[in-house]
């Protein structure tokens, strides 16, 4: 068994003395798994780094062993993170997401393209959050629908009014209007402005959006499967200055 395909690269360890499984985002063939002869070695181990993007070719002996890869880097994208500790935790959060989201050999052709546009875009802001924070979130939403888990902020849920939306249903992920939510506040999530289509954003948005993606990941995806939310994840809230 083998195939050709292009990916990015989401782990990385080390097996044996001197080789590695890296894991891989590919196009055609989602998170996929392989072995990599040499891998840990001075020649090879600065192009397994997570975020880069590769050629590869896979071959084993039958279609579920773990197989080993070939490898040709095409974009050292870990390099241009190493200066900028908050895109590296971007970079380190979505590789991590997607490890405990996603099942292996499962193709996902439209969130591999989701994630080289992330990380591209990613490359080639600052890091400053209001550059990087909407980006993620809606990154992650985009992973929630591919999952069959997508959210509705096109109309309150009670109502069906299209403005003033400012909740989300915990229960429903659907958007909620102020005047309707405002005897559940307290129970609602907080709806950023940036996912309606307006406002300007601010790291206020930011952290109700990384919450809010939060939340819907652990209830519909994670905790379903007795997973968490990866560490990588958490600390983005500590690139937010309140």
């Known amino acids: 068994m083998e195939f050709h395909d292009q990916g990015i690269i989401i782990s990385l360890r080390k097996y044996g003395e001197y080789d590695a499984v890296i894991d891989l985002m590919t196009a055609e063939h989602g998170r996929h798994a392989g072995l990599v002869k040499g891998g840990m070695g001075r020649r090879q181990r600065g192009t397994l780094q997570p975020g880069n993007e590769v050629m590869v070719s896979w071959r084993g002996r039958l279609e579920n062993q773990l197989g ?5 880097l095409r974009n050292a994208r870990s390099a241009s993170f190493l200066n ?3 895109k590296l935790g971007v970079l380190n959060s979505a590789c991590a997401i997607l490890s405990v989201t996603l099942m292996e050999r499962e193709a996902h052709p439209a969130l591999y393209k989701a994630l080289q546009i992330l990380l591209d875009t990613l490359e ?3 890091d400053r959050p209001e550059n990087w924070g909407a980006l993620l979130v809606q990154w992650e939403i ?3 629908a591919e999952l069959g888990f997508g959210l509705d902020f096109s109309c309150c849920a009670a109502t069906g009014v299209t403005e003033d939306l400012v909740y989300i249903s915990p229960k429903s992920g659907r958007a909620v209007s102020r005047e309707a939510g ?3 506040h307290d129970k609602m999530l907080n709806l950023p402005k940036f996912l309606c289509g307006g406002g300007e954003i601010n790291e206020s948005d930011i952290r109700d959006g990384l919450h809010l993606s939060e939340f819907f990941l652990e209830q519909y995806v994670l905790q379903p499967n007795n997973k968490k939310i990866p560490q990588a994840r958490r600390m983005l809230l500590d690139y937010l200055t309140y």
């Open 182 to 184: 405002a005897p559940y």
């Open 142 to 144: 985009g992973l929630l």
């Open 68 to 72: 080993t890869y070939a490898v040709e």
């Open 124 to 126: 080639r802001v600052d």
């Open 84 to 86: 900028y500790p908050s």
